[in-house]
């Protein structure tokens, strides 16, 4: 039995980290973290910090904000205790911090755990080995209206894909356009964030020809939590 100490227990994911964990049969939540007053404290034991319950658990697993992301690593790695983050929205100064408990500690880090977007990461690479240089890319990305960060974290990765497949700078990345922006460059990245539902979409525009790989997430748990789309516009 795996006991896993949960971090951001109330919210969205913990929730669904919760189903998953009582219908696996083999992982046990010794221990529930959030900082909300109106978690429920119906079962189970409950803490508004990491660091007091730390040792009731084998693993930590954290979804909740960069705060939470942090205290986690840093609880971890005081005691030696493994992590999985899955937290968006952290800074520089964020991601230095994990990756300095990572020296010590193991640590399992993703922007998004689900299959349907490491296919689309997936895809995405080789349709950049494939298409022309000239070819543009931008992102448009939808998420529930309680999305607390923009663009997602989801978002922020797939951009970092296409930077990185095309040695583009950080600067590269232009976050939506507004008024005379003028002709779009040919070194840029667009990323567009929109609230209210769930689906990433990546586009690759030729002058003449647009193509789209998209991936939808609806659920968060169970056999259909995950579906992958792959679709061009003109199709």
Known sequence: MIRVVLVGAAGRMGRAVEAAAASAGDIEIAARVDVRPEHSQAHGVWSSEVSPVLARGDVVVEFSDPKGARDAAAACAARGAALVSGSTGLSADDEAALRTAAKTIAILRASNFSLGVAALREALRVALASVPASWD?????????????????????????????RALPASSLRHGRQGAAGPRPAAEVGVHAVRG????????????????????????TGPRSRTGRWRRPDS
């Open 137 to 165: 890319a931008e992102i448009v990305e939808k998420h529930h209206r309680a999305k607390k960060d923009s663009p997602s974290g989801t978002a922020l990765a797939l951009a970092d894909d296409i930077r990185k497949a």
């Open 197 to 220: 539902g769930s689906w990433e979409t990546t586009w690759c525009c030729s002058p003449g020809r647009e193509n789209g790989w998209s991936c939808d997430t609806w659920r968060r």
